[in-house]
């Protein structure tokens, strides 16, 4: 049997259709979908901006001048230098939706091109889900690729360097960062006070969420009666499991890292936690390439697509690509209200 000619005026017209109505829900299905990402999405911490040659924060570093005085005492106006910047650069992600000259000729019929381009773009999307949340926790290839958005391990440190300011040197800029070792469940919970404290003004600029792990989130669980054992009603009511610590909520991830900050196996049997202040540490997406997606290619076939490495032969390929793009970075401007507990195990 015949297979319909192909329409790329058709497909054209409903692929921008069908994405220009769907990008909204492409960006909900994305950062709706993981703990991290759910978090930064509903902390307001997930902000567009229009440009720039890089992404910056501004710093309040150290006290402003005040003093104070009596009746026709000189004021003492001197300039200080309270404020800096942190610089953050622009990273690039792409998820590909490939359509091959067959299957614009087995699905020429408006519905079946529609059902066919929601497939392809239910894979973008798992794509891009699992590669984003991967990076944000270091985790998403085995090692952190200098084109990934920042982790929550950089950018969540004693030491480093994220948005061009040493941590070592300007101890302002350094995250209470913890090597804790074998705890038993005692240990587990004095580390996390501790922590949660040194990254506190005096209770009230705090954390407001924790991440680890499967095993950590285990270990944790552990550690209370069944009596304390409670939630957050409305995250747990969006399909994330957590716990509660000093009324901050705990989330486990399955890309969350090892103790050692190596992507989590199945044999785990340490953690890190890190424990988020949303005023902080976010994202920052670019306005006009916000899960932007191109329109389709021309077909292949007619032009040369790459260059055989040993005979110098070419080669082409009958199909059509749509690239979705985003550009952004991971960012942090207060790490001092962030921190880290790495290399956690039961003793």
């Known amino acids: 049997m015949a297979l319909a000619s192909h329409t790329p005026a058709t497909w054209d017209d409903i692929l921008s259709t069908t994405m220009h109505n769907y990008h909204k829900t492409l960006t909900d ?18 902000k567009t901006i229009n440009g720039g040659i890089s992404i910056v924060e501004p710093i309040i570093y150290t006290d402003g001048q005040a003093d104070s005085y009596s009746e026709w005492d000189q004021v003492s106006v001197a300039p200080q230098a309270t404020t800096t910047a942190a610089q953050f650069d622009w990273k690039q992600l792409v998820a590909t939706i490939a359509i ?7 699905n020429n019929g408006r519905e079946q091109i529609i059902n066919l381009l929601e497939a392809k773009i239910m894979q973008a999307e798992e794509t891009l889900k699992t590669l984003l949340n991967g990076m944000l926790f270091g985790t998403s290839s085995g090692t952190t690729s200098t084109n990934d958005f920042n982790s929550l391990q950089t950018l969540i440190d004693a030491t480093g360097s994220p948005g061009g300011i040493n941590g070592a040197v300007e101890t302002w800029w350094a995250s209470p960062d913890v090597s804790v070792g074998a705890v038993d469940a005692a240990g587990l919970e004095a580390a996390l006070r501790s922590a949660f404290n040194l990254s506190s003004d005096s209770g009230s600029d705090r954390v407001d969420a924790i991440f680890t792990n499967n095993w950590g989130f285990e270990f944790y669980e552990s550690t209370l009666t069944p009596q304390v054992r409670y939630t957050d009603t409305s995250k747990a009511n969006l399909g994330f499991q957590n716990l509660m610590f000093k009324n901050v909520p705990m989330f486990w991830d399955f890309q969350a890292p090892e103790g050692d900050g190596t992507p989590t196996t199945a044999a785990t049997t340490t953690a890190m936690y890190f424990g988020l202040n949303s005023k902080y540490v976010g994202l920052k997406i670019h306005s006009d390439r916000n899960f932007k997606q191109s329109p389709f290619s021309d077909n292949l076939s007619g ?11 070419t080669s082409a390929v009958d199909a059509r ?17 962030c921190f880290k507990l790495h290399t956690v195990s039961e003793a």
């Open 29 to 46: 299905n994305i950062f709706n979908s993981r703990p991290l990402l759910n978090y930064f999405m509903s902390n307001g911490r997930v």
């Open 321 to 337: 690509v749509s690239f979705i793009t985003t550009y952004g970075n991971s960012t942090i401007r207060n790490r001092r209200r």
């Open 100 to 106: 091959s000259g067959l299957e614009e000729a087995q």
């Open 303 to 313: 032009s040369v697509a790459s260059a055989h490495a040993t005979s110098g032969a």
